[in-house]
Protein backbone atom coordinates (compact mmCIF):
# COMPACT_ATOMS: atom_id res chain seq x y z
CA UNK A 1 0.00 0.00 0.00
CA UNK A 2 1.81 3.70 -0.72
CA UNK A 3 0.80 6.32 1.45
CA UNK A 4 0.39 9.54 0.90
CA UNK A 5 2.02 12.19 2.95
CA UNK A 6 0.37 14.29 5.41
CA UNK A 7 0.92 16.80 7.57
CA UNK A 8 -0.22 17.39 11.05
CA UNK A 9 -0.67 21.08 12.12
CA UNK A 10 0.87 20.64 15.30
CA UNK A 11 3.63 17.76 14.51
CA UNK A 12 4.36 17.61 11.15
CA UNK A 13 5.00 20.63 9.54
CA UNK A 14 7.92 19.57 7.06
CA UNK A 15 5.27 17.13 5.68
CA UNK A 16 3.17 18.22 1.77
CA UNK A 17 -0.46 17.31 2.89
CA UNK A 18 -2.54 17.25 5.85
CA UNK A 19 -3.45 14.31 7.85
CA UNK A 20 -7.15 13.27 8.31
CA UNK A 21 -8.87 13.90 10.86
CA UNK A 22 -9.38 10.50 11.78
CA UNK A 23 -5.46 10.28 12.00
CA UNK A 24 -4.50 13.68 13.78
CA UNK A 25 -7.21 12.09 16.34
CA UNK A 26 -5.20 9.09 16.74
CA UNK A 27 -1.61 10.85 16.92
CA UNK A 28 -3.02 12.86 19.82
CA UNK A 29 -4.38 10.17 21.69
CA UNK A 30 -1.52 7.18 22.21
CA UNK A 31 1.83 7.57 23.72
CA UNK A 32 5.09 8.53 21.29
CA UNK A 33 7.02 5.69 22.96
CA UNK A 34 5.01 2.60 20.96
CA UNK A 35 1.76 3.75 18.29
CA UNK A 36 -0.49 1.43 17.02
CA UNK A 37 -3.25 2.26 14.50
CA UNK A 38 -5.86 0.50 13.85
CA UNK A 39 -8.48 1.62 11.07
CA UNK A 40 -10.97 -0.80 9.38
CA UNK A 41 -12.64 1.05 6.15
CA UNK A 42 -15.51 -0.25 4.42
CA UNK A 43 -16.64 1.78 1.19
CA UNK A 44 -19.77 0.84 -1.10
CA UNK A 45 -18.47 2.18 -4.36
CA UNK A 46 -20.24 4.94 -6.26
CA UNK A 47 -19.14 3.48 -9.57
CA UNK A 48 -19.02 -0.59 -9.97
CA UNK A 49 -16.68 -1.97 -12.27
CA UNK A 50 -18.97 -2.50 -14.95
CA UNK A 51 -19.39 1.51 -15.30
CA UNK A 52 -15.68 1.74 -15.41
CA UNK A 53 -14.80 -0.58 -17.85
CA UNK A 54 -17.91 -0.58 -20.43
CA UNK A 55 -18.07 2.22 -23.06
CA UNK A 56 -21.36 4.23 -23.37
CA UNK A 57 -22.86 1.43 -25.92
CA UNK A 58 -21.81 -2.05 -26.06
CA UNK A 59 -23.36 -3.55 -28.82
CA UNK A 60 -23.57 -7.21 -29.08
CA UNK A 61 -25.69 -10.19 -31.78
CA UNK A 62 -29.01 -9.60 -30.74
CA UNK A 63 -29.08 -5.58 -29.26
CA UNK A 64 -27.10 -3.27 -27.20
CA UNK A 65 -26.45 -1.76 -23.96
CA UNK A 66 -26.08 1.78 -23.29
CA UNK A 67 -25.14 3.33 -20.13
CA UNK A 68 -27.35 5.37 -18.55
CA UNK A 69 -25.21 6.69 -15.97
CA UNK A 70 -23.68 5.52 -12.13
CA UNK A 71 -25.04 1.98 -11.93
CA UNK A 72 -28.06 1.90 -14.72
CA UNK A 73 -27.93 0.64 -17.98
CA UNK A 74 -30.84 0.13 -20.79
CA UNK A 75 -30.44 -2.81 -22.87
CA UNK A 76 -32.46 -3.15 -25.78
CA UNK A 77 -33.11 -7.03 -27.33
CA UNK A 78 -34.40 -8.07 -30.75
CA UNK A 79 -35.72 -11.87 -31.51
CA UNK A 80 -32.77 -11.93 -34.72
CA UNK A 81 -29.42 -10.87 -35.08
CA UNK A 82 -28.98 -6.92 -35.89
CA UNK A 83 -25.61 -6.42 -35.14
CA UNK A 84 -21.91 -8.55 -36.98
CA UNK A 85 -18.56 -9.13 -35.90
CA UNK A 86 -16.04 -7.63 -37.66
CA UNK A 87 -11.78 -7.37 -37.13
CA UNK A 88 -13.07 -7.88 -33.59
CA UNK A 89 -15.69 -5.20 -32.82
CA UNK A 90 -19.04 -5.09 -33.27
CA UNK A 91 -21.07 -3.60 -36.31
CA UNK A 92 -24.77 -2.78 -36.73
CA UNK A 93 -26.25 -4.80 -39.87
CA UNK A 94 -27.69 -2.00 -42.39
CA UNK A 95 -28.13 -4.65 -45.18
CA UNK A 96 -27.60 -2.04 -47.92
CA UNK A 97 -26.64 -3.10 -50.95
CA UNK A 98 -23.19 -1.64 -52.73
CA UNK A 99 -20.25 -1.72 -55.15
CA UNK A 100 -18.51 -5.24 -54.31
CA UNK A 101 -15.28 -4.33 -56.91
CA UNK A 102 -16.08 -8.01 -58.75
CA UNK A 103 -16.90 -7.66 -62.70
CA UNK A 104 -18.69 -10.98 -62.35
CA UNK A 105 -20.70 -10.30 -59.17
CA UNK A 106 -20.78 -6.58 -58.71
CA UNK A 107 -23.62 -5.71 -56.07
CA UNK A 108 -23.59 -7.16 -52.43
CA UNK A 109 -23.15 -6.90 -48.59
CA UNK A 110 -20.66 -8.24 -46.50
CA UNK A 111 -22.16 -8.68 -42.51
CA UNK A 112 -23.65 -11.45 -41.15
CA UNK A 113 -24.24 -12.91 -44.24
CA UNK A 114 -21.83 -12.62 -47.62
CA UNK A 115 -24.15 -11.87 -50.45
CA UNK A 116 -23.21 -11.16 -54.13
CA UNK A 117 -24.89 -10.62 -57.40
CA UNK A 118 -24.24 -9.78 -61.23
CA UNK A 119 -25.69 -6.44 -61.86
CA UNK A 120 -27.97 -7.94 -64.93
CA UNK A 121 -29.28 -11.55 -65.85
CA UNK A 122 -26.76 -12.45 -68.82
CA UNK A 123 -26.58 -16.19 -69.72
CA UNK A 124 -26.27 -19.61 -67.75
CA UNK A 125 -23.64 -18.09 -65.70
CA UNK A 126 -23.63 -18.02 -62.00
CA UNK A 127 -25.10 -14.99 -61.30
CA UNK A 128 -25.92 -15.62 -57.31
CA UNK A 129 -23.30 -15.95 -54.00
CA UNK A 130 -24.60 -16.71 -50.65
CA UNK A 131 -22.15 -17.78 -47.96
CA UNK A 132 -21.14 -17.56 -44.23
CA UNK A 133 -17.53 -18.87 -42.91
CA UNK A 134 -16.13 -22.15 -45.13
CA UNK A 135 -20.20 -22.73 -46.48
CA UNK A 136 -21.39 -21.02 -49.76
CA UNK A 137 -23.72 -21.61 -52.81
CA UNK A 138 -23.12 -19.84 -56.47
CA UNK A 139 -26.31 -20.19 -58.28
CA UNK A 140 -27.43 -19.71 -61.71
CA UNK A 141 -31.03 -18.26 -62.71
CA UNK A 142 -32.23 -20.40 -65.74
CA UNK A 143 -34.31 -19.23 -68.32
CA UNK A 144 -34.62 -15.54 -68.33
CA UNK A 145 -34.65 -12.86 -70.63
CA UNK A 146 -30.82 -11.47 -71.48
CA UNK A 147 -29.71 -8.91 -70.64
CA UNK A 148 -32.17 -8.07 -68.01
CA UNK A 149 -30.72 -4.44 -66.01
CA UNK A 150 -31.26 -5.22 -62.36
CA UNK A 151 -32.63 -1.94 -60.08
CA UNK A 152 -30.93 -1.73 -56.88
CA UNK A 153 -33.30 -0.23 -53.77
CA UNK A 154 -31.18 0.11 -50.31
CA UNK A 155 -31.42 -3.71 -49.47
CA UNK A 156 -33.36 -5.27 -52.62
CA UNK A 157 -32.37 -5.63 -56.11
CA UNK A 158 -35.21 -6.06 -58.81
CA UNK A 159 -35.10 -7.67 -62.35
CA UNK A 160 -38.04 -6.53 -64.15
CA UNK A 161 -39.39 -8.75 -66.69
CA UNK A 162 -36.67 -11.34 -65.72
CA UNK A 163 -39.10 -13.84 -67.41
CA UNK A 164 -42.13 -13.10 -69.92
CA UNK A 165 -44.28 -12.18 -67.19
CA UNK A 166 -42.41 -12.17 -63.88
CA UNK A 167 -39.98 -10.08 -62.21
CA UNK A 168 -37.10 -11.48 -60.34
CA UNK A 169 -36.47 -9.67 -56.79
CA UNK A 170 -33.78 -10.49 -53.81
CA UNK A 171 -34.25 -8.73 -50.64
CA UNK A 172 -31.14 -9.18 -47.82
CA UNK A 173 -32.60 -9.00 -44.92
CA UNK A 174 -29.12 -9.82 -42.41
CA UNK A 175 -30.17 -13.45 -41.42
CA UNK A 176 -31.58 -14.52 -44.76
CA UNK A 177 -32.01 -13.65 -48.49
CA UNK A 178 -35.76 -13.26 -49.38
CA UNK A 179 -36.37 -14.33 -53.33
CA UNK A 180 -39.51 -12.78 -54.83
CA UNK A 181 -40.70 -13.77 -58.33
CA UNK A 182 -43.63 -11.22 -59.02
CA UNK A 183 -45.96 -13.32 -61.38
CA UNK A 184 -48.07 -11.58 -63.88
CA UNK A 185 -50.14 -12.43 -67.34
CA UNK A 186 -48.68 -14.93 -69.31
CA UNK A 187 -45.82 -15.67 -66.60
CA UNK A 188 -43.94 -19.24 -66.78
CA UNK A 189 -45.58 -22.22 -65.45
CA UNK A 190 -42.10 -23.41 -63.62
CA UNK A 191 -38.70 -21.65 -62.78
CA UNK A 192 -35.43 -23.57 -62.41
CA UNK A 193 -32.02 -22.55 -60.51
CA UNK A 194 -28.90 -24.42 -60.94
CA UNK A 195 -26.66 -24.68 -58.23
CA UNK A 196 -22.99 -24.05 -59.99
CA UNK A 197 -20.42 -24.34 -57.01
CA UNK A 198 -20.81 -25.21 -53.53
CA UNK A 199 -19.17 -25.66 -50.40
CA UNK A 200 -21.22 -28.33 -48.08
CA UNK A 201 -24.17 -28.08 -49.58
CA UNK A 202 -26.82 -31.51 -49.27
CA UNK A 203 -29.47 -31.64 -52.27
CA UNK A 204 -31.32 -33.87 -50.20
CA UNK A 205 -31.90 -31.57 -47.46
CA UNK A 206 -30.73 -28.38 -48.97
CA UNK A 207 -28.97 -27.16 -46.43
CA UNK A 208 -24.90 -26.11 -46.42
CA UNK A 209 -23.82 -25.19 -43.11
CA UNK A 210 -25.86 -22.54 -41.12
CA UNK A 211 -28.10 -22.00 -44.37
CA UNK A 212 -31.53 -23.96 -45.32
CA UNK A 213 -33.39 -22.94 -48.36
CA UNK A 214 -36.67 -23.20 -47.87
CA UNK A 215 -39.68 -24.81 -49.52
CA UNK A 216 -41.05 -22.22 -52.43
CA UNK A 217 -44.64 -20.93 -50.99
CA UNK A 218 -47.14 -19.01 -53.33
CA UNK A 219 -48.45 -15.55 -51.20
CA UNK A 220 -51.23 -12.75 -52.08
CA UNK A 221 -52.64 -10.54 -49.72
CA UNK A 222 -55.63 -12.12 -48.45
CA UNK A 223 -55.33 -14.98 -49.68
CA UNK A 224 -54.38 -18.67 -47.88
CA UNK A 225 -50.49 -19.06 -48.50
CA UNK A 226 -50.26 -22.40 -51.46
CA UNK A 227 -47.20 -24.38 -50.07
CA UNK A 228 -45.17 -25.85 -52.54
CA UNK A 229 -41.81 -28.51 -53.29
CA UNK A 230 -38.88 -28.22 -55.03
CA UNK A 231 -38.33 -31.11 -58.06
CA UNK A 232 -34.29 -31.83 -57.78
CA UNK A 233 -32.55 -33.14 -60.24
CA UNK A 234 -29.37 -33.41 -61.53
CA UNK A 235 -28.02 -31.94 -65.56
CA UNK A 236 -24.28 -31.97 -66.44
CA UNK A 237 -23.14 -33.00 -62.85
CA UNK A 238 -24.81 -30.01 -61.13
CA UNK A 239 -27.96 -29.78 -58.89
CA UNK A 240 -31.24 -27.66 -60.44
CA UNK A 241 -33.98 -27.17 -58.60
CA UNK A 242 -37.04 -26.49 -60.33
CA UNK A 243 -40.71 -24.68 -58.97
CA UNK A 244 -43.98 -25.75 -60.74
CA UNK A 245 -46.73 -23.50 -60.46
CA UNK A 246 -50.47 -25.48 -60.19
CA UNK A 247 -52.01 -25.06 -63.40
CA UNK A 248 -53.74 -21.71 -64.03
CA UNK A 249 -53.29 -17.94 -64.17
CA UNK A 250 -51.55 -16.77 -60.65
CA UNK A 251 -51.37 -13.32 -61.71
CA UNK A 252 -50.79 -11.07 -58.73
CA UNK A 253 -49.15 -13.79 -56.95
CA UNK A 254 -45.50 -14.30 -55.77
CA UNK A 255 -43.83 -16.86 -55.59
CA UNK A 256 -41.21 -17.11 -52.59
CA UNK A 257 -38.34 -19.97 -51.98
CA UNK A 258 -36.12 -17.96 -49.75
CA UNK A 259 -32.39 -18.74 -48.17
CA UNK A 260 -32.24 -18.50 -44.57
CA UNK A 261 -29.82 -18.45 -42.29
CA UNK A 262 -31.00 -20.19 -38.75
CA UNK A 263 -28.68 -21.48 -36.88
CA UNK A 264 -30.81 -23.40 -34.25
CA UNK A 265 -34.09 -24.00 -36.70
CA UNK A 266 -36.23 -24.70 -32.84
CA UNK A 267 -35.49 -22.01 -31.41
CA UNK A 268 -38.13 -20.13 -30.49
CA UNK A 269 -37.89 -16.14 -31.78
CA UNK A 270 -41.78 -15.00 -33.21
CA UNK A 271 -44.42 -16.47 -35.61
CA UNK A 272 -48.20 -15.83 -35.54
CA UNK A 273 -50.55 -18.91 -35.43
CA UNK A 274 -53.97 -18.81 -37.06
CA UNK A 275 -56.79 -20.29 -36.59
CA UNK A 276 -58.32 -20.97 -39.97
CA UNK A 277 -55.69 -22.19 -41.37
CA UNK A 278 -54.47 -24.65 -38.15
CA UNK A 279 -51.69 -25.98 -39.02
CA UNK A 280 -49.69 -23.15 -41.10
CA UNK A 281 -46.48 -22.34 -39.67
CA UNK A 282 -45.94 -18.74 -40.52
CA UNK A 283 -41.84 -19.03 -39.49
CA UNK A 284 -40.26 -16.79 -42.04
CA UNK A 285 -43.20 -14.19 -42.37
CA UNK A 286 -42.63 -10.84 -42.29
CA UNK A 287 -45.85 -9.78 -40.48
CA UNK A 288 -47.08 -10.45 -36.95
CA UNK A 289 -50.78 -10.36 -37.02
CA UNK A 290 -53.75 -10.47 -33.98
CA UNK A 291 -57.31 -9.97 -34.39
CA UNK A 292 -59.98 -11.62 -36.67
CA UNK A 293 -60.11 -10.92 -40.76
CA UNK A 294 -62.73 -13.25 -41.13
CA UNK A 295 -65.02 -12.54 -38.37
CA UNK A 296 -67.76 -14.38 -36.80
CA UNK A 297 -64.62 -15.68 -34.00
CA UNK A 298 -63.48 -18.64 -36.34
CA UNK A 299 -60.47 -17.28 -37.99
CA UNK A 300 -58.78 -15.68 -35.20
CA UNK A 301 -54.81 -14.69 -35.11
CA UNK A 302 -52.52 -14.53 -32.36
CA UNK A 303 -48.59 -13.80 -32.20
CA UNK A 304 -45.49 -15.97 -30.44
CA UNK A 305 -43.15 -14.07 -29.33
CA UNK A 306 -39.61 -14.45 -27.34
CA UNK A 307 -36.37 -12.60 -26.52
CA UNK A 308 -33.12 -14.09 -24.92
CA UNK A 309 -31.69 -12.24 -21.52
CA UNK A 310 -29.31 -13.85 -20.64
CA UNK A 311 -27.25 -10.40 -21.54
CA UNK A 312 -28.47 -8.64 -18.62
CA UNK A 313 -26.24 -10.07 -15.50
CA UNK A 314 -28.73 -12.12 -13.35
CA UNK A 315 -27.60 -9.89 -10.03
CA UNK A 316 -28.86 -7.10 -11.74
CA UNK A 317 -32.31 -5.21 -11.12
CA UNK A 318 -34.99 -4.86 -13.69
CA UNK A 319 -36.78 -1.19 -13.30
CA UNK A 320 -38.70 -1.24 -16.71
CA UNK A 321 -39.44 -3.83 -19.46
CA UNK A 322 -41.05 -2.44 -22.62
CA UNK A 323 -42.06 -4.71 -25.95
CA UNK A 324 -42.60 -2.89 -28.89
CA UNK A 325 -43.75 -3.85 -31.60
CA UNK A 326 -43.84 -1.66 -35.39
CA UNK A 327 -47.76 -1.27 -36.35
CA UNK A 328 -48.17 -1.32 -40.38
CA UNK A 329 -51.58 -2.60 -41.14
CA UNK A 330 -54.84 -2.49 -39.15
CA UNK A 331 -58.83 -2.25 -39.97
CA UNK A 332 -61.95 -2.85 -38.37
CA UNK A 333 -65.54 -2.32 -39.12
CA UNK A 334 -68.33 0.11 -38.11
CA UNK A 335 -69.24 -2.29 -34.89
CA UNK A 336 -66.01 -2.69 -33.25
CA UNK A 337 -64.25 0.61 -32.52
CA UNK A 338 -60.87 -0.62 -29.93
CA UNK A 339 -59.71 -3.76 -28.18
CA UNK A 340 -57.95 -4.22 -25.40
CA UNK A 341 -54.48 -6.28 -27.14
CA UNK A 342 -52.75 -8.25 -23.85
CA UNK A 343 -49.26 -10.29 -23.30
CA UNK A 344 -49.44 -14.05 -21.14
CA UNK A 345 -46.21 -15.89 -20.73
CA UNK A 346 -46.06 -18.89 -22.80
CA UNK A 347 -45.45 -21.92 -20.35
CA UNK A 348 -44.29 -24.56 -22.96
CA UNK A 349 -41.47 -24.95 -24.99
CA UNK A 350 -42.78 -23.86 -28.62
CA UNK A 351 -40.39 -23.96 -31.78
CA UNK A 352 -40.71 -21.12 -34.29
CA UNK A 353 -40.46 -23.59 -37.19
CA UNK A 354 -43.18 -25.71 -36.11
CA UNK A 355 -45.61 -23.54 -34.10
CA UNK A 356 -48.96 -23.08 -35.69
CA UNK A 357 -52.67 -23.31 -33.87
CA UNK A 358 -52.91 -26.76 -33.12
CA UNK A 359 -49.77 -27.56 -31.89
CA UNK A 360 -46.65 -25.38 -30.17
CA UNK A 361 -43.97 -28.48 -31.76
CA UNK A 362 -44.20 -31.14 -34.20
CA UNK A 363 -46.59 -34.00 -33.14
CA UNK A 364 -46.73 -31.90 -29.84
CA UNK A 365 -50.11 -30.30 -29.05
CA UNK A 366 -51.63 -27.43 -27.12
CA UNK A 367 -53.77 -28.20 -24.34
CA UNK A 368 -56.22 -25.91 -25.66
CA UNK A 369 -55.52 -24.92 -29.78
CA UNK A 370 -53.85 -21.58 -30.25
CA UNK A 371 -51.59 -21.50 -26.69
CA UNK A 372 -55.83 -21.15 -25.28
CA UNK A 373 -55.52 -23.21 -21.44
CA UNK A 374 -54.61 -20.71 -18.89
CA UNK A 375 -52.26 -22.41 -16.65
CA UNK A 376 -50.99 -24.77 -18.92
CA UNK A 377 -50.49 -23.43 -22.37
CA UNK A 378 -49.80 -19.67 -20.89
CA UNK A 379 -50.37 -17.70 -17.94
CA UNK A 380 -53.46 -17.18 -16.49
CA UNK A 381 -53.45 -13.49 -16.31
CA UNK A 382 -52.01 -10.56 -18.24
CA UNK A 383 -48.61 -9.21 -17.88
CA UNK A 384 -49.66 -6.51 -19.73
CA UNK A 385 -52.15 -4.67 -21.82
CA UNK A 386 -52.42 -2.15 -24.76
CA UNK A 387 -55.73 -0.79 -26.56
CA UNK A 388 -55.57 -0.19 -30.03
CA UNK A 389 -58.03 -0.03 -32.75
CA UNK A 390 -58.47 -0.02 -36.54
CA UNK A 391 -56.07 2.59 -37.59
CA UNK A 392 -52.83 1.88 -37.76
CA UNK A 393 -50.25 3.86 -36.28
CA UNK A 394 -47.60 3.58 -38.45
CA UNK A 395 -44.92 3.12 -36.10
CA UNK A 396 -43.94 1.13 -32.36
CA UNK A 397 -46.46 0.55 -30.09
CA UNK A 398 -45.53 -0.78 -26.99
CA UNK A 399 -46.36 -2.65 -24.25
CA UNK A 400 -45.12 -2.03 -20.49
CA UNK A 401 -46.28 -2.36 -17.00
CA UNK A 402 -45.38 -4.02 -13.14
CA UNK A 403 -45.94 -7.53 -14.17
CA UNK A 404 -43.90 -7.14 -17.63
CA UNK A 405 -41.03 -5.97 -15.12
CA UNK A 406 -41.65 -8.47 -13.02
CA UNK A 407 -41.72 -11.30 -15.39
CA UNK A 408 -38.54 -9.73 -17.26
CA UNK A 409 -36.89 -9.82 -13.67
CA UNK A 410 -37.72 -13.34 -12.99
CA UNK A 411 -36.41 -14.33 -16.55
CA UNK A 412 -33.03 -12.56 -15.87
CA UNK A 413 -32.15 -13.57 -12.24
CA UNK A 414 -33.77 -17.42 -12.64
CA UNK A 415 -36.46 -17.59 -10.81
CA UNK A 416 -38.59 -18.28 -13.71
CA UNK A 417 -36.17 -21.63 -14.85
CA UNK A 418 -37.62 -21.69 -18.21
CA UNK A 419 -37.75 -18.67 -20.95
CA UNK A 420 -40.70 -19.36 -23.82
CA UNK A 421 -42.01 -15.91 -24.31
CA UNK A 422 -45.19 -14.36 -24.43
CA UNK A 423 -48.02 -14.74 -26.49
CA UNK A 424 -50.03 -11.43 -27.68
CA UNK A 425 -54.18 -11.70 -28.49
CA UNK A 426 -56.77 -9.73 -28.66
CA UNK A 427 -59.74 -11.90 -27.34
CA UNK A 428 -62.50 -9.32 -28.36
CA UNK A 429 -61.39 -9.06 -31.26
CA UNK A 430 -61.76 -12.13 -32.16
CA UNK A 431 -65.03 -12.72 -31.22
CA UNK A 432 -67.20 -9.70 -33.06
CA UNK A 433 -69.74 -11.87 -34.66
CA UNK A 434 -69.85 -10.54 -38.70
CA UNK A 435 -67.21 -7.83 -38.03
CA UNK A 436 -63.35 -7.59 -38.18
CA UNK A 437 -60.74 -6.29 -35.82
CA UNK A 438 -57.00 -6.98 -36.84
CA UNK A 439 -53.81 -5.62 -36.22
CA UNK A 440 -50.46 -6.50 -38.56
CA UNK A 441 -46.93 -5.38 -37.19
CA UNK A 442 -43.41 -6.27 -38.72
CA UNK A 443 -41.58 -9.49 -37.80
CA UNK A 444 -38.22 -10.35 -36.85
CA UNK A 445 -37.67 -11.20 -40.39
CA UNK A 446 -38.79 -8.08 -41.63
CA UNK A 447 -35.88 -6.88 -43.65
CA UNK A 448 -35.22 -3.66 -41.97
CA UNK A 449 -33.51 -4.13 -38.50
CA UNK A 450 -34.70 -0.99 -37.24
CA UNK A 451 -38.35 -2.05 -37.48
CA UNK A 452 -38.00 -5.47 -35.71
CA UNK A 453 -39.53 -6.25 -32.74
CA UNK A 454 -37.72 -5.53 -29.53
CA UNK A 455 -37.58 -5.60 -25.96
CA UNK A 456 -35.92 -2.57 -24.06
CA UNK A 457 -35.12 -3.55 -20.07
CA UNK A 458 -33.86 -0.71 -17.88
CA UNK A 459 -31.68 -1.97 -15.10
CA UNK A 460 -29.09 -1.56 -12.20
CA UNK A 461 -26.06 -2.89 -11.16
CA UNK A 462 -25.47 -4.03 -7.72
CA UNK A 463 -23.22 -1.70 -5.93
CA UNK A 464 -19.52 -2.94 -5.39
CA UNK A 465 -18.61 -3.28 -1.86
CA UNK A 466 -14.45 -2.20 -1.48
CA UNK A 467 -13.23 -3.51 1.89
CA UNK A 468 -9.54 -1.87 2.97
CA UNK A 469 -9.06 -3.69 5.64
CA UNK A 470 -7.31 -3.27 8.48
CA UNK A 471 -4.46 -0.99 8.85
CA UNK A 472 -1.85 -1.60 11.82
CA UNK A 473 1.07 0.18 12.29
CA UNK A 474 3.34 -0.25 15.65
CA UNK A 475 6.18 2.46 15.78
CA UNK A 476 9.27 1.52 18.40
CA UNK A 477 10.30 4.37 20.73
CA UNK A 478 12.34 7.28 19.17
CA UNK A 479 11.16 6.48 15.64
CA UNK A 480 10.81 9.58 13.65
CA UNK A 481 6.72 9.51 12.95
CA UNK A 482 7.77 12.00 9.70
CA UNK A 483 9.30 8.63 8.26
CA UNK A 484 6.38 6.58 8.75
CA UNK A 485 4.01 9.36 6.29
Not at 138 to 155: D, R, Y
Amino acid sequence: MVSTPCRDRADHRSLATPCPAFLRTAVKAVPTQALILAATILLASLTPALVQSQPSITRFENGQTESLGGRTYRTTLHARPVNYLKNGTWQPITNALGSTGDPAMSVGVDELIQFRIADQLAGQSPVLHIGRGATHIKVAVLGTNTPTPGVVSGQSIRFNEAWNGADLEYVVGGHFVKESIYLKAGHPASFSFRIESHAGFDPATLVFGEFRILPPVLTKPGEAPVSLSWATSTVGGKTVLTATLPAGDWSGWVLDPTTILQPDATAGLDTWINQGNSSDNHETDTKLEIGDQDGAGSNASRVLIEFDVSSIPSSDTVTSATLSLYEYDAADTASVSSWAAGLRRVLVDWAEAQATWDDYSTSNAWTTGGAGSDGNDRSASDSASLTLDGTAAGAFVAWTGATLDDDVQKLVDGTYSNNYGWLLQAPTAENQGSSTAWNFFRSSDYATAGDRPKLVVVHSAVAAVRAFGVIIYSIPAGFPLGGLW
